[in-house]
């Protein structure tokens, strides 16, 4: 099974600040993985897939990059609407997801 | 209006069993692989089980295979996972998911449910 891992597992920034989270696979997934948003009590929403393709209707301050192993999910110019964990997740083999990151408000 | 709605949730007590169901409206059913993916409070976000589009193939995670069966019934819009012999570690929520891919699966998630809360305990 492939292993997913993210950093950091938290982090604070405040409205306007640019966030980066990094996601890690075991092995090489090629450009495999997807970057999903949750919040408490609503439903996990797609944001990014492939690495790098935006879902429709998700604004463009987000966005993805990344091949192999390695990859980031970038936020420019931080919403409040998006305070909220983010979690990896490889598609190249059996779905594994990342641990999460919870991004709050400092 | 496009959503996934899960229900039968609850308590089960250990070596029992519940079905969950999850009814799909505003979307092509027939035309999309479909999911269960579960968050409990020892793995985080884990899948658990796959269906192809027209029912014929089925996937489950290693840690449920044998135990949990999933399902659907086209006509009805609707997936279905079989919960038996549950243990203590299955207790979370479960969310239904839809694939991103029509008819070929390609286990990237672009619609999820709310969840429902899956509770073992004697």
């Known amino acids: 099974d492939i292993q997913m891992t993210q950093s950091p597992s938290s982090l604070s920034a405040s409205v306007g600040d640019r966030v980066t989270i990094t996601c890690r696979a075991s092995q090489n997934i090629r450009n495999l993985l997807n970057w999903y948003q949750e919040k408490p009590g609503k439903a996990p929403k797609l944001l990014i897939y492939v690495a790098s393709s935006l879902q429709s209707g998700v604004p463009s301050r987000f966005s993805g990059g990344g091949s192999e192993t390695e990859f980031n999910l970038t936020i420019n110019s931080l919403e409040p609407e998006d305070f909220a964990t983010y979690y990896c997740q490889q598609s190249y083999s059996r779905p594994s997801f990342g641990p999460g990151t919870k991004v709050d408000l400092k | 209006q496009v959503q996934l709605v899960e229900s039968g949730g609850g308590v089960g007590q250990p070596g029992r069993a519940l079905r969950l169901s999850c009814e799909a409206s505003g979307i092509m059913f027939t035309a999309y692989a479909m999911h269960w993916v579960r968050q409990t409070p020892g793995k985080g976000l884990e899948w658990v089980a796959s269906?192809?589009?027209?029912?014929?193939?089925?996937f489950e995670a290693d840690s449920v295979k044998g135990r949990f069966t999933i399902s659907r019934d086209n006509p009805r819009s609707t997936l279905f996972l079989q919960l038996d012999s549950l243990r203590a570690e299955d207790t979370g929520i479960y969310y239904c998911?839809?694939?991103?891919?029509?008819?070929?699966?390609?286990?990237?998630?672009?619609?999820w449910g709310r969840g429902t809360l899956v509770t073992v305990s004697s």
């Open positions: 269906i192809s589009h027209d029912g014929k193939y089925k």
């Open positions: 998911a839809k694939d991103r891919r029509r008819i070929q699966r390609s286990d990237t998630f672009d619609l």
